[in-house]
């Protein structure tokens, strides 16, 4: 019993925790290719500049003695939100959009956006300096404990506060997404800008708007899963660098340019990673009595060591791409 | 006089950035009436078109919409003042349903626009059936009724269409003509690009024959069909 709830521990709720961060950030990455054509590399410092935003409100309010019954960090979140989406739209404005108007091929447009992530994460560590920071000032993390009353279970099935807002607030994305994309004026523009950009300006639909509303999106779901994750475990400068990575594999694998891929590929991606750096081999301890003699009892079966946790995503990208080559959700053909 | 016109472009010269394709274009229709440009292919139809749309600059000449200068303005600004233009090709989202192009259509105004949709389901009725298909399962013909209705949703005074027909079977051709003169009826001016030349200026108050960038013959249709040397030259005898 103790062997299953440690997999529920590690494998599905620690799945389900990485699969909704990389899920918000991946329906952005989607929707900027979608709209703008282009791969935004410096989606990963958006996360952390967002969740830097929302490191510094959290100080602000601890210091000025508030306190709330969710940690703070999560009751601030949409200040940061809000930075993150006012920032995206200036860098778009100082960085993206003069290279947009000259009519600049994508390539040029994504090394444009490489080098906004080296200025921000430059800039991030600045201001912050290069040591990790914990969202809990004053504040202590709740962990749940929920005991398993089945047998002999010892051990408890263990989720944080932070996993429980985070998975709450990635369904309610999942369900304001839908409800924005297929039943507002500005959401079926924004599918008709990314189906057919040419058709949507003939239209007259405001394109100038739509793009806003992209990076207004893009900007604050990547500052939601930069400090919900910072809550989780602690904020570093290059936290959300290192999941830039898994991130585009997880909108590609969803189907470039659509949001629900994009969730859809940041959940199986999440998944992939916890299953194939699970000890499979835990599983089998219950039947070490019956075990024939024979065989080694084997003590560690894992797809891959967690070193090469990286390689994951990419694995199951090719393997994804080779069955279906515009993704799971048909997305964008090259 | 004019100011009768709903479109007026008097010597329009442009292109694409190099070499001029429109050179002296003249193209004027009254309230009402259809306009069909015929011509050889690379005579600068579709540029025409596209000229009157803001779609290229134009270098020389001007563009009147119900008498006020719209030269060199682009879509966004032409759509509100009650213009509309389906291209040739990719003239739908093919990702969203039928009901949501039209939707789209309907983008520049802020009113009710049931109506109007109910208004589009009558003029082609197989679209109401299939309003929550995406355009893009749609068969060639039906595509090209969306792009239409698409446009109308504006409640346009003059809608620009680039070869309505290309590609459709004779009998959808029909379908689309006769939608043609329908939209006429509920006071839209037409101004159309036709390759099946003397379909179209059977049905066109004003026919247009371009050829290499400018007017070649421009009458009624009905005249430009009996012109011995339109008819040589142009529709193949």
Redesign the interface.
């Known amino acids: 019993m103790d062997e299953l709830i440690f997999f529920i521990n590690k494998v599905l709720i620690n799945g389900t925790v990485i699969g909704s961060i990389y899920a918000l950030g991946a329906v952005g990455v989607t929707l900027i290719f979608g709209i703008l054509r282009f791969a935004h590399f410096a989606h990963g410092d958006l996360m952390t500049v967002g969740a830097m935003f929302a490191l510094i409100v959290t100080a602000l309010a601890a210091s000025a003695g508030f306190t709330a019954p969710v940690p703070m960090g999560f009751i601030v979140m949409p200040v940061a939100m809000a930075a993150t989406a006012v920032l995206a739209i200036g860098l778009d404005h100082v960085f993206y959009k003069p290279l947009r108007d000259k009519g600049t091929r994508p390539v040029v447009m994504v090394m444009a956006s490489i080098g906004v992530t080296l200025m921000l994460q430059g800039v991030v560590r600045l201001f912050a300096g290069t040591q990790s920071r914990s969202f809990y000032i004053g504040e202590q993390k709740d962990i749940f404990r929920i005991a398993v009353p089945i047998g002999d279970a010892r051990r408890t099935i263990t989720i944080t506060e932070p996993q429980i807002l985070l998975i709450v607030f990635t369904a309610i994305v999942v369900v304001a997404l839908h409800y924005f994309l297929t039943r507002t004026?500005r959401g079926?523009?924004m599918?008709?800008v990314?189906?057919?950009p040419?058709?949507?300006?003939?239209?007259?639909?405001?394109?100038q708007m739509v793009v806003r509303t992209t990076w207004i999106i893009g900007g604050g779901l990547a500052a939601a899963a930069g400090t919900l994750l910072s809550l989780d475990v602690v904020l570093k400068p290059d936290l959300s660098f290192n999941l830039l990575l898994p991130i585009f594999a997880a909108a590609i694998v969803g189907g470039i340019g659509q949001p629900f891929g994009a969730i859809a590929g940041g959940f199986i991606v999440g998944f992939a990673e916890t299953v194939s750096i699970f000890n499979w081999a835990l599983l089998l301890r219950p039947f070490r009595d019956i075990w024939p003699e024979a065989i080694e009892f084997p003590t560690r079966i894992a797809f891959v060591p967690t070193e090469y946790k990286l390689a994951v995503p990419f694995f199951i990208l090719i393997a994804v791409l080779i069955w279906r080559p515009t993704g799971i959700f048909k997305g964008r053909q090259f | 006089m004019s100011g009768d016109y709903l479109i007026e472009a008097k010597g329009l010269f442009g292109g694409y950035g190099g070499a001029d394709i429109l050179r002296g274009v003249d193209i004027a229709i009254r309230r009402d009436q259809i306009g069909v440009i015929v011509g050889p292919n690379g005579a600068g139809k579709s540029t025409t078109l596209k000229a009157l749309?803001g779609?290229l600059t134009v270098r020389e000449g001007t563009v009147q919409l119900n008498g006020t200068d719209i030269t060199n303005a682009p879509?966004?600004k032409?759509?509100?003042l009650g213009m509309a233009?389906v291209?040739q090709e990719?003239?739908?989202?093919?990702?969203?349903t039928v009901e949501?192009n039209l939707?789209?259509?309907a983008?520049?105004r802020r009113d009710d626009f049931r109506d109007s949709l109910d208004h589009i389901y009558t003029i082609f009725p197989p679209l109401a059936d299939k309003k929550d298909q995406a355009a893009g399962e749609l068969s060639g013909g039906q595509r090209q009724m969306v792009a239409m209705g698409?446009a109308l949703m504006?409640e346009p005074s003059l809608i620009l269409l680039d070869e309505p027909t290309a590609g459709l079977s004779p009998l959808y051709m029909d379908q689309i003509f006769d939608r043609v003169v329908a939209i006429r009826k509920n006071g839209v001016g037409v101004l159309m690009v036709e390759q099946n030349a003397k379909q179209a200026l059977a049905f066109a108050d004003v026919g247009f024959v371009l050829a290499q960038g400018d007017n070649r013959f421009t009458d009624t249709g009905a005249a430009l069909i009996a012109d011995p040397d339109v008819a040589k030259s142009f529709l193949g005898g």
Do not use: C, H, Q, W
């Not at chain 1, 040419?198 to 394109?207: H, N, P």
């Not at chain 2, 990719?90 to 969203?96: C, D, E, I, S």
């Open positions: 004026r079926k523009a599918r008709a990314s189906d057919n040419d058709l949507a300006r003939v239209s007259g639909i405001d394109t | 749309f779609l879509p966004e032409l759509v509100p233009y291209p990719l003239n739908v989202f093919g990702t969203l949501e939707e789209m259509g983008y520049v698409r504006s």
